[in-house]
């Protein structure tokens, strides 16, 4: 592969030279989470060793030193993004409380009774239980934007659902399970002609190619820092100001106030607003050194890669007889979920498991998905820029394996 | 590949493929249903009682080999024993299974079921081959759904 020199990124993730089983370490479950490389784990260790102490509060040099730190992470996350205002970024944990965040605050000041929310049918659990939940509160309504056999949104539906009940559009930007991409970009410019926002749920595209929600109009754009080499604990929403600026807090506490007294509180400008007590401070650092990362290399190249890479796969396991894929949308982006005709998924994983293989198998907290598609579960195998032909091969040996197990 | 051979071994493979008592039991006097929320194993355990004695065990359900042979081996297992055996036979499997019971120095009645004593060996999987008999346990006990959560 010209122009990507998968040997030497591979160096650059400690993990990926370990065995496993006995086997070397063939990680293919990185839409559950990514490996990180040296970079970022130097970047998190120096900063415990050597710079740690709670931000925005002290005087003293090393608060002022890790607030810059950390504040400096946030510009780059601006920048990866090309967000407008560094402001409209707003640290979380990650991006099941980021949507969180979202469907709790502007729930309780957008949505009422009779209102709609578009939800869907390939969401994670993470991006429809919240909008439930807050559609229970509310007394909303739930709608689901359906998909079709090969795992893509019925985008003729949705431009029929929208009305103007319609309060919110949720919806994914990759699928974790499906791998499916959606057409963001025309769903928002269709969702804004009723003046409806649009929260995108981004866990899956932000590693795998880059973004720009200028670009894509987006209004909410959520993700973690997991699933995009860095440590677990730090995640992004990254919201219009125009919307979270109207927003209440999502929760109180330390850190988001102007002034407090028993008769009234008054709350600070964004981001401060939504992050109430002390962050994850080493966690954000690390998405920052993670970025860094994705700048240094040639995260396009990548990109291209990884997709020849996933199509490499598909083609390899569609030839295996008694395969099928689930998730054959016309564009997809790292996953590649398959069945076995008469294994369970978690048979599978555990064979291939014997062999170094890591896979996720069960139903990805993507219950309505399995559901469409009548499987209980599926084996998923997730693809990630420093993944090899080499490993794709001997996935396609294992699953040989493990049909040969079950004859 | 030890590891792999004692969890898949022939008998598990061929109770996967053909599991016995695979079927409903009309007028059940016990009923219930076990779900593994985690990889949608999802089984219904049914039990045929003659006073204190299984008369007839059966179940259906969808799960993977290891949750599926175990149910099946359960039901040929516990047919035709006291409530009070299969209840003894619950908890010496679950000790089993779990690590609180070493099958080859201490003294049990699992005879067969000692097959899976391998599962010790992959953690992910004890809650596949003890669905069953959870289901079995509520099923005795007038529950009506488990949940190995």
Redesign the interface.
């Known amino acids: 592969m010209s122009g990507w020199d998968v040997e030497k990124i591979r160096k650059d993730f400690p993990v990926l030279s370990r065995d496993v089983n006995g086997k070397p370490l063939v990680y293919l479950d990185n839409a559950a989470s990514s490996q990180v490389p040296q970079s970022v784990i130097d970047r998190t260790s120096k900063y415990l060793a050597e710079e740690h102490s709670n931000i925005h509060r002290g005087v003293h040099y090393l608060s002022q030193h890790a607030t810059t730190a950390y504040e400096a992470a946030r510009e780059k996350v601006k920048r990866f993004i090309n967000a407008p205002d560094v402001k409209e970024c707003i640290f979380v944990r990650g991006c099941t409380e980021g949507i969180n965040l979202i469907a709790h605050s502007y729930g309780r000041k957008f949505i009422g009774e009779g209102d709609e929310i578009m939800v869907s049918q390939m969401e994670h659990h993470s991006n429809i239980i919240p909008w439930q939940m807050v559609a229970e509160e509310r007394g909303a309504k739930i709608r689901m934007i359906p998909i079709d056999q090969h795992g893509q949104l019925v985008i003729d539906e949705y431009e029929n659902m929208l009305n103007e009940r319609t309060k919110m559009v949720a919806v994914a930007h990759v699928s974790n399970s499906l791998g499916s991409v959606n057409p963001i970009k025309e769903m928002v410019a269709t969702a804004h002609k009723f003046g409806v926002p649009v929260c995108v749920d981004a866990a899956q595209s932000v590693p795998h190619f880059p973004v720009d929600v200028q670009d894509l109009d987006a209004d909410f754009f959520v993700f973690s820092g997991h699933k995009m080499f860095a440590p677990t604990g730090s995640g992004i929403v990254y919201g219009k100001r125009e919307w979270l600026d109207q927003m209440p807090p999502y929760q109180t506490g330390g850190g988001m106030i102007r002034t407090v007294s028993f008769e009234k509180t008054t709350f600070a400008p964004i981001p401060e607003k939504f992050e109430a007590g002390t962050p994850a401070i080493a966690a954000g650092i690390g998405l920052g050194a993670a970025i860094d990362y994705l700048n240094a290399i040639d995260f396009e190249a990548g990109a291209k890669y990884e997709h020849d890479l996933l199509e490499y796969a598909t083609g390899r396991l569609s030839d295996i007889p008694g395969v099928t894929i689930v998730g054959t949308a016309a564009e997809k982006a790292s996953v590649l979920s398959f069945t076995i005709e008469g ?5 599978i994983g ?2 291939l498991d ?1 062999d170094g293989i890591a896979v996720r ?3 990805h907290c993507a219950q309505p998905v ?1 559901k469409f598609f009548e499987v ?2 599926t084996a998923r195998a997730s693809f990630a820029f420093y993944n090899t032909r080499e490993e794709v091969d001997k996935l396609a040996d294992s699953v040989q394996k493990v049909i040969e ?2 004859a | ?1 030890s ?2 051979n004692e ?2 071994q022939e008998t598990i ?1 061929d109770h ?1 493929k053909n599991p016995r008592n695979f079927r409903e039991i009309e007028d059940a006097d016990g009923t219930a249903d076990g779900n593994n929320p ?5 089984l219904r355990v049914y039990v045929g009682l003659e006073g204190d004695t299984v008369k007839d065990v059966a179940f259906k359900g ?5 949750s599926k042979a175990s149910a099946s081996m359960m039901t040929q297992v516990v047919k035709g024993k006291s409530k009070e055996e299969a209840e003894m036979l619950f908890n010496e499997f679950h000790s089993m299974v779990t690590g609180g019971l070493d099958v080859e120095s201490e003294e049990n009645h699992l005879g067969k079921l000692k097959i899976f004593a391998g599962v010790l060996e ?1 953690p ?2 004890v809650k ?1 081959a003890s669905l069953s008999w959870h289901t079995l346990h509520a099923a005795l006990h007038g529950e009506e759904v488990v949940s190995t959560e």
């Open positions: 294994i369970h998924p978690h048979d555990t064979i014997q198998a069960g139903h399995m209980p579960a197990v079950f | 590949m590891d792999l969890l898949y493979l996967n985690l990889c949608g194993d999802a969808s799960g993977c080999a290891i992959f992910a999987r596949c």
